[in-house]
């Protein structure tokens, strides 16, 4: 586990933070006064060059490391900048905008299962009416087979008849 460098807990998904992409030291969200919003946004934005206090002004990036909470574990704590972070490009994402996109996506994502559910429903459809007709083909040379080997055995019964006889 990986402790905070201003304070003794440790970072975990209950107490969520980042790590400095100058010194690689790590800091909690809220001892680095960032949103658990905030946070979330960072983690899913690609090129963020966050550093620390201690390291502001250094100029070599490095990758990030994030531990952040689940989505289902929110604390309710925000901070007074909630709903929009900086990034490094400049750009501002605001929380509106971020859910927004993940509207998009979920309703995106429910579209491709929705067809892909539909392709295959309709597949299995297909094979069941194929299948259907092979068993209702099959049926009926069954009954022409049982009516051949009834003639069969009746002609067999003539033939002993006429040979007794």
């Known amino acids: ?29 809220s001892c680095a006064s960032i949103s658990i919003d905030q946070l979330t946004a960072l983690s899913a934005t690609e090129a963020v060059d966050w550093k620390c206090k201690a390291c502001v002004g250094s100029q070599k990036p490095k990758r990030l490391s994030y531990i952040i909470p689940d989505p289902d574990e929110d604390d309710g704590k925000t901070s007074e900048a909630e709903g929009s972070i900086t990034a490094a490009s400049g750009r501002t994402m605001d929380n509106k905008m971020l859910q927004l996109v993940l509207q998009q996506l979920r309703t995106e994502i429910r579209n491709i299962i929705r067809e892909e559910l539909q392709q295959a429903l309709k597949f299995y459809s297909d094979k069941i009416d194929e299948y259907s007709v092979k068993i209702n083909n099959y049926e009926t040379n069954v009954k022409t087979l049982e009516k051949q080997c009834i003639d069969l055995k009746n002609n067999l019964k003539i033939l002993i008849l006429n040979v007794v006889y």
């Open 1 to 29: 586990m990986v402790k905070c460098i201003n304070c003794p807990k440790h970072i975990n998904k209950k107490n969520p933070g980042l790590q400095c992409s100058k010194c690689g030291k790590w800091l909690h969200a």
